[in-house]
């Protein structure tokens, strides 16, 4: 059986959005700073496809199938900018960069990371006084 026009149009629209959305748009090229912090970008991606046709032939017409096809698809990419990874000698932090938490529970689930660090820096700290 012949391939169906309608999967070249698929195809072809599959490999732009290929081209497009690659591993470096999620997880983007390390920018390192003259003082030695790397930052290490990281985004969210979306997309939404469509395709479709219809066949103009009558069923006696098989034979002149591919002249009467028409047809059309789409594609839209969303790149939201989520976060940076900041890496300096062993220390390694994520600043995000989407907008302040709305309530107070998002709020307090942003601040863990902080205070894990200051209270394991606390106990560090107290840890090599007594030694």
Known sequence: MDKHPINDLMGETMEKIREMVD???????????????????????????VSGGS?????????????????????????????????????VKIVPVFNPSSNTLDRLVDMIPDLFEKVT??????????F
């Open 55 to 91: 066949d103009f032939a009558s069923k006696k017409q098989a034979e002149n199938r591919d002249k009467s096809f028409g047809g059309g698809s789409g594609a839209g990419v969303k790149i939201t900018p989520v976060a940076f990874l900041v890496l300096k000698g062993e220390s």
């Open 23 to 49: 591993t470096e748009v999620v997880v983007g090229k390390p920018i390192t700073t003259p003082d030695g912090v790397t930052l290490v970008p990281l985004s969210k991606v979306s997309f939404g496809f």
């Open 121 to 130: 820096g606390y106990i560090d700290k107290k840890t090599d006084k007594e």
